[in-house]
Structures are given as C-alpha cells and as structure tokens.
C-alpha cells in the first residue's frame, strides 16, 4: 500500500502546485494537441538512439472492478483533506473508474536519483526528479524536454481530479529499475491547522524523514501490470503514465478523447510518422476500450500529404543541394543579410488536391525546428487562382536554439519578441517569418498579374479529395451564380441566351475514370434559332496562368461529353447545339488527372435560324 505525502510550504517559501499549469496560460490550443504535444515531445527526448525510433501509444479503459479496488485502496488510499484529488471516488461508477494511459518505447525511463536534494554520478540523468519533483528545468538539459520544463502540468490538467500514476524502468547500477509513483499537480494551496501546504502531493514509499521514494523492483512492476497499464518487457527502458479520470474537454466519451490526441498527432507530429526509408521514427498506437484507432497515415491524408510531399522535397534538398524537384514545388532559401546568415530552407508547392476536411490548413506554413515537430501553421498570403499552397519552414540547425527562445511555454508559437538578440540587432525570427510571408505575397501578386484577362470571377474549387478543378466562364452569365428565380408577374423575361454555373464541380466515376462535372443553367435564345454552348479546360500554372498542353509529362484533362438534367447524354462533342428557346441544366464532364488543377471555360452563341 503506497503512502500520502503532502508537501508544506516552508519558512523561506515555496511553490503552488499550480504553478506549473498556470504558467502555460493562454494557449490556442485545445487540451488535447497540448497533452499530444508535451507528452510526446518527452518520449522523444528520452529516445535510447538518438538516431533512432520510439514507440508511442494512448490507450483509454474502464478499470474492472478489482483493477478499480486496487487503485483506490492500494494506490490512492489516502487522500489530502482540500484538494481536487480528494473527490476521487466521486468519478467511480458502478464501481469502475477510467483511465488514459500514454506509454512509450525505446526510451530511456526516468533514471537518476529520486530525490532532487541529491547530485548524482557525473553525467548521470535527472529524469525522475525533473518529472516527478521539479518544477521548471535545469540549464543543463540544454533543448531536451523542451525550453521551460512546465508543459507537464497539461497531464494534470487533463485529470479531473488532478492525478497520474507514473510508471517507469530505467537503467540504475547496471540493471534496468522499475519505479512507480503516484503525483498531483493540479491542486491549489490549502491551509490544515496551523500548517499552509503548496498543494503537492506524492503516493509512494515513505523515507525515514517522512517523504515518499517511489516503489521499486517487481512489486511496482507487478502493481502498474494489475492495474492493466502498458509496460516494457522486464529487460527494456520506457515509460507508462496513467490518467486518472480523464476530463471530458470537447469530447463525449473515450473513443472521441483517444481520437482527438491521435488527430493531434497527425496534425503535429506528421513528419515522425512518415517512412522515409527505415520506418516511421515514431510508432504511434492508440486505442479505446479495446478498440483499435487509425494513426496518423499523412500520405493519405488530403491536407497533409500536401505539407508532407513538400517535406520529403525539401529534407532531400537539404540532404544534396542539388536535388531538383518537379514542377509544382519550390525552394526558397531564408537568410538575413547583415549579418549574413542562413535562418532556413521554405519549401511549398500549390495544391492539386482541393481540400475537402475544411481547408483551416490552406495557404499556410508549416513551421519547424528539431526535433521537427510543427510549432506552428502560419497563414499566409493566397494564390488569386483559387487553389491552396501549403509550405514547410526548416529552420537551419545553426539557428535551432534561436528559435526555441522564441516559444512560450507551449512551444506552438515563435515570437519574435523573446528571442534574445543584441540591442539593436537583427532578430531572425523576425527576419525569417517576414520573409516567410513575402515570399507568398510576391506570388499572390505575380499570379494575380498573370491572370489578367482570364474570366475567374467565378472560380471554384471542387471540395473533394481526388483533384484540383477551378471553373472561369466568358460570355452571357460569365459569374457564378444561383438560378434564376421564377419571373415576377408581369415581367418580360429576356431572350437572349445566357450559361451560368450552378454549383461547385462535383466528381464522380464514369467507366472506371475519375471525372469532374459542371453544371450550369442554358436559357433564353430567340424561338426558331440554335444555341451552340462551347466548353474547353486549361491547366493551371502554379502563378494561375493557363497552359494550353500543360507541364512536361503531365495528363491532360479530356471532354467526355454532354449529359442533361436527367442525366442522359446530350453530346459527346464540347460543342453543345440546342434548339432555342432553352430553360434547363446542362452538365459538362471532363476527365479529372491526379495532381493537376484545371480551368474550365463555357460561352454559348445564338444561330439564328435553325433548320433552315
């Protein structure tokens, strides 16, 4: 049975235990990405090859009955008397309580001393005391466990009742140590007497002086096995910390608060879960009450395979700088010019893939630095041709810790402000990110130049995740509008032939071959004469120009036919010709090739007439 040990202020003072989750303040994200993030970022930081991989896995359960009974009356049996840990058994029901259990492999566990008053051997780690006992972080870890040491109050937070149970076997004296010990961190200071206590809580083993040491060896090994966590083999190093009572913050149950943490993965830590030769760096595993949840696959993701192929570019670039890449990506080189310094390599290419999760992601920069995780997405300036880009900003090594300076607690933003730089010297950060935007304002501008004279009032892009399609029209009704209402009493209608698109494209297969379809509404034309409806596609420069036989090697798109409202075909010409007057829905279709964007243009002309 593991013992309480509450922490009293002392006569020279002392910390909240709120301290550390009051420092990560305001924060755009949710409770989720935050504890993805941190939790992550410590696994790999504690990696055993630094040139290595890591396995890394969420898993959420209802505790049965005696996994409950163990937890509550061998655990936590003792409670502090004013904290959030103390309605422990408030969130039991029907005698069960849930738990989070994130766990990671190939990592070092938290070694060291358990007490943080004690040095240690030269060079040894301080894992378990910086985790466990510390708030903030040494000097000495130089960027390891990230800039400030306080991201680990979001596991506390992430706790209604402000508890975790921390597992780990770490290498001791030449053989590998299990350690267990339980932790509150997200209670507030309370007064019990006469005595004022900081709040902080430890479940353990009591010393001679009264303070808990975790349990050791197979009796907390076997103890963290009955309470169904996800431990090493005996033989290996890594950590498991248990989540008691997850909250609910924008999720209804387990499988939803799982799938949050693991779309937080893909959204943060895509550049770890791509195989670039030897496996993921990271193997991501999570799972709900026994249930298997999709990893994050960005290849096979509309939106980050975008972020993820321009990725891979630039990392090949960076590897030989001479590496070319195709026609839809681009290199930029981010430097300073006094001093003269390179601050990083921008690569981005335009999307041919129209996004159809809701594009929060288009037009934006992915921003990293080691340990390439995405700090953060900055928005930048759009293409006028309507179809998104999506960049990635390397920063250099040499400019790596510069960076890291300019993050608040939780890493997920670079402001400029706190990066340390002499009195009025350049700051870099600040050098990098307006570049960074300059760069897309430039081709925002040279693209709107290049599509002077094209009709793109009515451009459109085809939400679906199987091609890029833009629509521009000329002629009668040139702009993208809704139909024509019924005429009012009394009101002439016009004669003369107009062709308006009604809706966005749309795909579809036909024969076994991805296609796109526009619709628009054929009116008007003076009776007795012909309507002649012409309809033709473009390729899509990356400046949102038009390219007559498109890029080198590249598929263009062919017309397929005429089809009407009920869907029978009309023509398989991509001139249309129809007697006049005409009121109703004509669809064009024109085969769509992967990773192309398009234009498609429509214009109709009276015959008169017909017949005759």
């Known amino acids: 049975m593991l013992s309480l040990y509450r922490q009293q202020y002392g006569a020279d003072g002392g910390l909240d235990a709120r301290s550390a989750d009051n420092a990560i303040g305001r924060t755009s ?276 395979r975008e972020f993820a192929s321009a990725y891979m570019e630039g990392r090949q670039r960076i590897l030989d700088a001479d590496h070319t890449s195709n026609w839809q990506t681009t290199f930029t080189r981010i430097s300073s010019r006094r001093p003269k310094r390179y601050l990083g390599l921008l690569t981005h290419r335009m999307s041919h893939t129209p996004v159809a999760t809701g594009a929060e992601l288009e037009n934006s920069v992915a921003l990293l630095r080691d340990p390439r995780m995405v700090v953060k997405y900055l928005s930048v300036a759009a293409p006028p041709n309507g179809v998104p880009v999506f960049g990635v900003f390397i920063s250099s090594p040499e400019m790596n810790e510069k960076f890291a300076e300019s993050e608040p607690v939780t890493h997920d933003d670079w402001v400029y402000r706190q990066a340390t730089v002499e009195k009025n010297a350049p700051n870099p950060v600040r050098i990098a990110l307006d570049n960074i935007r300059d760069t897309f304002r430039s081709l925002s501008a040279k693209g709107a130049a290049a599509g002077d004279g094209v009709h793109s009032k009515g451009a459109s892009r085809v939400a ?23 005429s009012a009493p009394g009101s002439r209608r016009s004669r003369r032939a107009a062709v308006r698109l009604l809706t966005s494209a749309s795909l579809d297969l036909l024969d076994g071959e991805v296609v796109a379809k526009y619709s628009f509404s054929l009116t008007g034309g003076t009776p007795g004469s012909s309507l002649a409806v012409r309809v033709a596609a473009r390729v899509v420069t990356e400046s949102g120009g038009n390219e007559s036989e498109g890029p080198l090697g590249a598929e263009l798109p062919r017309f397929a036919g005429w089809i009407s409202h009920s869907g029978s075909l009309l023509s398989s010409g991509e001139v249309l010709t129809v007697l006049a007057p005409y009121d109703d829905e004509i669809t064009a279709v024109f085969t769509q090739p992967a990773d192309t964007a398009i234009r498609v243009s429509a214009s109709v002309e009276e015959l008169e007439f017909a017949g005759h």
């Open 464 to 486: 679906a995740a199987l091609g890029g399609l833009l629509a521009g029209f000329s002629g009668t009704g040139a702009e993208l509008q809704p139909p024509a209402g019924p």
């Open 29 to 304: 994200l949710g409770l989720w990405d935050l504890v993805l993030r941190e939790s992550l970022q410590n696994s790999w930081d504690a990696r055993v090859d630094r040139a290595g991989h890591i396995s890394y896995s969420v898993d959420e359960y209802e505790m049965t009955e005696d996994q409950t009974r163990i937890l509550t009356n061998d655990v936590f049996s003792q409670l502090p008397p004013n904290c959030r840990s103390t309605g422990l058994h408030k969130h039991i029901f029907h005698k069960r309580i849930r738990v989070l259990v994130i766990a990671d492999g190939d990592t070092r566990g938290l070694g060291g001393p358990v007490r943080a008053d004690v040095s240690g051997k030269s060079g040894e780690s301080r894992d378990f005391v910086d985790f466990v006992r510390n708030l903030g972080r040494s000097t000495s870890k130089g960027l390891e466990g990230g800039t400030y040491g306080l991201g680990k109050g979001v596991l506390y937070r992430a706790s209604q009742v402000g508890l975790c149970l921390v597992y780990s076997q770490a290498n001791c004296k030449g053989a590998v140590e299990p350690r267990l010990i339980g932790v509150s961190g997200g209670d507030g200071d309370y007064d019990d007497g006469a005595s004022r206590y900081t709040g902080r809580n430890w479940w353990g083993v009591p010393g001679v002086d009264g303070i808990v040491d975790p349990l050791v060896g197979q009796a907390a090994r076997d103890l963290a096995k009955s309470l169904g966590m996800r431990i090493p083999s005996s033989e290996s190093t890594g950590t498991s910390i248990m989540v008691i009572a997850p909250d609910f913050a924008g999720v209804k149950n387990g499988r939803e608060r799982v799938s949050a943490i693991a779309d937080a993965a893909l959204k943060w830590a895509w550049p770890h879960a791509l195989d670039l030769g030897k496996g993921p760096d990271i193997r991501f595993k999570f799972s709900a009450d026994g249930a298997d949840i999709p990893g994050p696959q960005p290849l096979d993701h509309p939106v980050f």
